[in-house]
């Protein structure tokens, strides 16, 4: 019943702001949402990449093991993917990001930090960061559907991982008033995207069945790719135990804010619903994840 509680905590202040912009953009259908692109893309996420990184405790040597695992499991969720939109005959590289890039952030840490305490947290943050930095890299060429230097050199979230991963190397500590900041835009961030998600959900269009399989998708299969990946690399306690956790969260709300910038509005109305669908999906599916985590990697 704990874990229920826990979960219901994390996520009704997400349906709670994303029906805020579902109410603002029933009451004005022309609701421009173009300012909080923006201000997401440019300035709060830049914050929350440095936020998420160099304020959680990670060290860079952690960084590096959750950065390679990462990659290996976000490889498995892809092959999975690829497979699943072919058959549904979606689009292979824009619908992607949904499938493979899970809520590790702000559903993901505080869970973890539920099941394993402050021990776990330093692990859930490094999955974390390493998931929002392929965000603004992967997720953004997958959703504009091709690769460019230009993208890289343009993109203020690609300078916050670079200063990020600076501080972690040379052991940097974050002065406050810069902590202050980027925690307060990072939160900024995360209200206006949940809040312009709402808004979308007023007008976009999407298959229900569709939605239903692809999210189905994201919170089972992913759980099974990260029991194959502790197996494989032996892994044990808190670490297995974080690991199978963030690979079972629902789709990211930063796919639904980085698709807006580069994709197509049918595509985008298609990751939108997915995000919905999979969060409500995972009330069921996390307290079974959190429960075998802590049975098995306790």
Do not use: W
């Not at 943050?125 to 993208?151: E, Q, R």
Request: charged residues 10%.
């Amino acid at each position: 019943m704990e874990i229920y509680i826990k979960i219901f905590e994390v996520i009704f202040p997400v349906f709670f702001v994303i029906g805020v912009g579902y109410y603002l953009g029933k009451k004005n259908p022309k609701f421009d949402t173009n300012f909080i692109t923006n201000f997401a893309g440019n300035i709060g996420t830049p914050a929350m990449i440095f936020y998420t990184v160099t304020t959680t405790g990670i060290t860079l040597s952690i960084f590096i093991h959750y950065f390679i695992y990462a990659i290996i499991m976000i490889a498995g969720f892809a092959i999975v993917g690829l497979f699943l939109l072919f058959f549904l005959k979606k689009d292979l590289s824009m619908e992607l990001p949904p499938l493979i890039l899970p809520n590790t952030g702000n559903m993901g840490v505080p869970i973890c930090l539920f099941a394993y305490g402050t021990q776990g947290l330093g692990v859930a943050s490094a999955i974390a960061s390493v998931i929002i930095l392929f965000h603004f890299t992967l997720g953004v060429f997958l959703a504009k559907k091709s690769f460019s230097f230009d993208i890289l050199i343009k993109s203020p979230p690609v300078y916050a991982i670079f200063v990020s991963v600076f501080f972690l190397y040379f052991e940097i500590d974050t002065p406050l008033f810069l902590e202050n900041t980027t925690f307060l835009l990072t939160y900024a961030t995360i209200f206006l995207v949940l809040m312009s998600l709402g808004i979308a959900l007023t007008k976009f269009k999407f298959s229900l069945k569709n939605s239903i399989i692809l999210s189905l998708c994201r919170v089972i299969i992913g759980p099974l790719i990260a029991f194959a990946l502790i197996y494989n690399f032996d892994l044990s306690g808190l670490a297995a135990g974080v690991l199978l956790i963030q690979s079972a969260m629902p789709s990211a709300i930063l796919n639904y804010l980085v698709g807006s910038i580069y994709s197509p509005k049918k595509i985008v109305d298609s990751v939108a619903s997915t995000i919905v669908i999979s969060t409500l999906m995972s009330f069921i599916t996390i307290p079974i994840v959190v429960f075998f985590a802590l049975k098995y990697f306790n």
